[in-house]
């Protein structure tokens, strides 16, 4: 890894982190809501919090996505020439 990289890697890291997290948060929330209710049962209030939390769920899932291509391009960018072609076969099976 390149020296003057690593205080950059750590930013990105810690966003990938942290966008894992609340998209996961969310998603919990989110299970643990509809596993409340009965088949076809849901009020039409709570079918409302569960839109909202389905679009704020979405936003973090895309936001972790970005923060991870994110962090994949700035590594990759670290990667000496001669491997640069050995990641992208292994990031392209993962």
Known sequence: MIRGN???LKVLQRKCVRALRLYTDLAETSCEMLCR???GQ???RERMKLMRLSRQESLAMNA???AKLNLMSALS???PPDDREVCRVVSAMT
Do not use: K, S
């Open 77 to 79: 960018d670290t990667v």
């Open 37 to 39: 209710f009965e088949r």
């Open 64 to 66: 972790y996505l970005q």
């Open 6 to 8: 690593e205080a950059r």
């Open 42 to 44: 849901i009020p039409p």
